[in-house]
């Protein structure tokens, strides 16, 4: 059986499910719920000097049937008294020894950071994560993502941070950028046990169109926000393998984006990072979704045979490559099950609009299809010699395994872009 207890940079907690500082770890209280729902760890709520909100904050995207695609919000660090969060950690660390109980932190000058790092220790946190992140309002202050871009003065902090702690230290990098090795190196050199990444995206969600304002409308104004939810997963994902391939980057990374069930856990985890933290997916469907995930995540593991997190971290990483490095001479076309096909000939207007022009309609006057065969008139027909093996029409039929993209044996040995300019292998030839 699959053992999900995970040591996260020295940080143990009893699976790799960590609430993302944000309002579902507001406070003491909610945080001991979600323990007791079964999340191993979580990033309290950012604190720094108190500060006033807005209403209102979110926004959503909706796209097709799924509500809250991406979430967009302008809501700031924690507008509870700093006295009042620490007494709640106090109890929190306490009653749940066991738990990664993180601390959010986001000042301004050495002295602020020096005081509360000693806070958080005194009350009992298991480490510090750096809020190096939010894109909105901290920002125009001089601090979360004005630092996160900035990779000399993020690894000054770091270090000041580093100076002061006798925990571990995460680094939490902004994705508002636009290379994330360089801060992510920059906090590798500051020091930083860790890092945790992403903070969410800068971003603009709306108009009312009949008001003229954008939203979250504040009385007849808006701001830009930071946008994270399913919607920014693949830029997560992107960024954590970016990381965990880059040849001075050696340190253990939290994913977070977009992560709502075991799977996006485990593609993070198959990417480099070592555990995962969540926010949207609990402000949508509440503290419970844990439990799914800690049985689907075992049930993978016990049936590849993963013993711990450990045995598949970034597993997935050797094979993210550069374009110069693919394989130029594999293919795959399309096919088409007949028996599964339901005739809605989408396939055949991507493919004829958007792509290359290889599916035809049966019986159609100007096409290559064959004749139409009774009871599967409606199936449209790929010319597997014209097509180019994209994908579009297998991503666009709305029947599961209707269309599969399948490899050609050609029996063309590897060729790529780089063997080619370099001189070690001819060019391939042109294939649709
Ligand atoms: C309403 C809201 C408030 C947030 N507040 C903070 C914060 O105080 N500190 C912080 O580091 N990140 C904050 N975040 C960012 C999340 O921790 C997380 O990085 C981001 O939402 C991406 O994860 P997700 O796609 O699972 O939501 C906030 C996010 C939301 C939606
Ligand atoms: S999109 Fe799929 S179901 Fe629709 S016609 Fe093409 S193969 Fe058939
Ligand atoms: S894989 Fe691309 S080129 Fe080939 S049939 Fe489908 S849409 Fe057309």
């Known amino acids: 059986m699959a053992d999900l207890f995970t040591n996260f940079a020295g940080i143990t907690s009893p699976n790799p499910f960590w609430l993302a500082s944000a309002p579902p770890t507001n406070t003491g209280a909610q945080i001991m719920r979600a323990y007791d729902a079964g999340w191993g760890g979580a990033v309290w709520k950012t604190l720094g000097t108190p500060i006033r909100n807005v209403t209102a904050r979110f926004a959503a995207n909706n796209h097709g049937g799924q509500r809250m695609m991406g979430l967009n ?73 004005a630092v996160g871009q900035e990779p000399a003065v993020l690894e000054e902090i770091t270090r000041w941070v580093k100076k002061y702690s006798s925990i571990p230290v995460i680094v939490k990098l902004t994705p508002n950028i636009s290379d994330i090795t360089r801060p992510g190196v920059a906090a590798v050199r500051g020091g930083a046990d860790a890092v945790s990444l992403i903070n969410t995206i800068k971003s603009l969600m709306a108009v009312d169109l009949d008001l003229m304002v954008p939203i979250p409308n504040v009385g007849g104004a808006s701001t830009n926000g930071g946008y994270c939810g399913p919607a920014v997963k693949p830029i997560a994902l992107h960024m954590v393998a970016a990381l965990a391939r880059h040849k001075d980057f050696n340190i253990p990374i939290s994913g977070i984006g977009g992560v709502s069930n075991w799977r996006d856990a485990a593609e993070f985890i198959a990417l480099g990072a070592t555990n995962v933290q969540v926010c949207t997916a609990v402000m949508h469907y509440g503290y419970r979704i844990v439990e799914d995930m800690i049985d689907g995540l075992s049930n993978y593991m016990d049936e590849k045979g993963y013993k711990t997190i450990h045995d598949f971290a970034g597993k997935a990483v050797s094979s993210y490559s550069n374009w110069e490095d693919l394989n130029m001479n594999y293919k795959v076309i399309a096919k088409i099950d007949k028996d599964k096909c339901i005739g809605c000939q989408l396939c055949y207007v991507a493919c004829y609009d958007g792509s290359h022009q290889c599916i035809y309609i049966p019986g159609a006057e100007d096409g290559r299809a064959p004749a139409p065969v009774e ?58």
């Open 73 to 145: 919000n302008i809501e700031l660090i924690t507008d509870r008294p700093l006295d009042v969060n620490y007494a709640e950690i106090r109890e929190v660390t306490r009653r749940y020894p066991e738990h990664a109980t993180v601390i959010s932190l986001m000042f301004e000058s050495e002295q602020e950071w020096k005081e509360n790092i000693e806070r958080s220790i005194e009350n009992g946190a298991k480490g510090l994560e750096l809020n190096f992140g939010c894109p909105h309002g901290m920002c125009e202050r001089g601090m979360g993502s």
């Open 375 to 432: 009871g599967y008139n409606r199936v449209p027909w790929v010319a597997e010699d014209e097509c180019t093996g994209c994908n579009l029409c297998s991503l666009v039929c709305p029947v599961e395994e209707c269309i599969t993209m399948e490899p050609v044996e050609n029996g063309l040995e590897p060729v790529s872009w780089k063997q080619y300019t370099s001189g070690e292998k001819p060019l391939p030839a042109y294939h649709y």
